[in-house]
Each structure stands twice: as structure tokens, then as C-alpha cells.
T-cell receptor
């Protein structure tokens, strides 16, 4: 069964450094998402992306965050200047085109640790 | 943000019995709900969904019930198996397309 893959599985970065989290969505999917889960908290929506542009973003997704689909297969989340509070699990998801209620399929996440 | 709430952080059930996981929501405009299962070190995996125009959806051992007047939904697993032990997330899907998750309930099925 096709799956969403994320790399790396764990990223350790010094505060203030830039980090790029990578995702390869399922190949025929056209809608892409990033979520994050801070330890002990809910999974929170960050951003959705369709047709090479952001569809929606949350309050968390400020100017330090950006997303990109640099080629036909990758979908990246960049954090420009990381803060301690950015430490979390980051999940990428994708879904089929068509009805918005098609289930989103998640990758296994990248654990981001900011020191 | 408490739009979707799972008030039971954990549930323990004997193998073969029924597991019932509950979820409450506040926004009557939500029109689609999903349940996801999550094992440690993995991402959430889609289990089952229900449209707000229905009150029940069944898929094998999994059934989701929706009570719109009470703004409540539940996931029933019958019979429960040890492999079902995981964290279960309820999520609402407004038409905008972003999932709004509950806090999750950790289910332990004892052999």
C-alpha cells in the first residue's frame, strides 16, 4: 500500500538554526498538509497546500515557517530560525483529489528537538 | 481550543470484549468526522469516518455512531484484540479541509 514517507525520523538542531523537514506524499495525491504534536498535547494543523500554493494556515504558521514543493515528489517544511518551543513531532499528510472528506494519510513523523 | 474533546485519556478492556471510545465536539457546523489510530513511533492511521448526515457507519469490527443533537460520537470495537492497543484520535473535518483533533484516548486490550 502506498504511504507517505518523512525524513529524517529525528532532527536535533541548535536554537536559531534553520531546519528543513522533508516529506514524499503518496504519488497521485494533490493535497498536502503539515501538522505537529508537542509532547503531551493535541495534534495541531499547521498548513495545507494545493496547486503550488498555501490553501490555509494556522496561527502557529508564522513568518518563520514556509512550505515548498520543489519537484514533483517532495513537500518540505522549513523553519527559518528555530525556537525551543518548536520542539515537537511534525507530521506530513496527503490526500486524494476530489471530495475534501477523503481521508488524509499521514507519514510517521519527524521528531524535531531544539537545543 | 477545545472544539473536539476526548475526555477519557485511557481505557483498558479485556480481549474479546467491546471497546467504546467517546468524543464530543462543540461546533455544529462540522460535517465530517474521522477516527485515527496511532501506534508509538508511527503516524496516525485512518480507521473509519462518518458524515454528519448519518448516524452510524460500520467497517468490520469498527462502528462509529454519531449523535448530532448531543454533539457526540463514539467508536465501538467488537471484539477487541490485543493488536488494537494504541492511541485513538477523534477528528472533525470542517469543509475547509484541515483536521481538528481530540487529545486522544490510549486503549489497552489485555489478553
Amino acid at each position: 500500500e502506498p504511504e507517505v514517507t518523512q525524513t529524517p525520523s529525528h532532527q536535533v538542531t541548535q536554537m536559531g538554526q534553520e531546519v528543513i523537514l522533508r516529506c514524499v506524499p503518496i504519488s497521485n495525491h494533490l493535497y498536502f498538509y503539515w501538522y505537529r504534536q508537542i509532547l503531551g498535547q493535541k495534534v495541531e494543523f499547521l498548513v495545507s497546500f494545493y496547486n503550488n500554493e498555501i490553501s490555509e494556515k494556522s496561527e502557529i504558521f508564522d513568518d518563520q515557517f514556509s512550505v515548498e514543493r520543489p519537484d514533483g515528489s517532495n513537500f518540505t517544511l522549513k523553519i527559518r530560525s528555530t525556537k525551543l518551543e518548536d520542539s515537537a513531532m511534525y507530521f506530513c499528510a496527503s490526500r486524494n483529489p476530489g471530495q475534501y472528506n477523503q481521508p488524509q494519510h499521514f507519514g510517521d513523523g519527524t521528531r524535531l528537538s531544539i537545543l | 481550543d477545545q472544539q473536539v474533546k476526548q475526555n477519557s485519556p485511557s481505557l483498558s478492556v479485556q480481549e474479546g470484549r467491546i471497546s467504546i471510545l467517546n468524543c464530543d465536539y462543540t461546533n455544529s457546523m462540522f460535517d465530517y468526522f474521522l477516527w485515527y489510530k496511532k501506534y508509538p513511533a508511527e503516524g496516525p492511521t485512518f480507521l473509519i469516518s462518518i458524515s454528519s448526515i448519518k448516524d452510524k457507519n460500520e467497517d468490520g469490527r469498527f462502528t462509529v455512531f454519531l449523535n448530532k443533537s448531543a454533539k457526540h460520537l463514539s467508536l465501538h470495537i467488537v471484539p477487541s484484540q490485543p493488536g488494537d492497543s494504541a492511541v485513538y484520535f477523534c477528528a472533525a473535518l470542517p469543509e475547509a479541509g484541515k483536521l481538528i483533533f481530540g487529545q486522544g484516548t490510549t486503549l489497552q486490550v489485555k489478553p
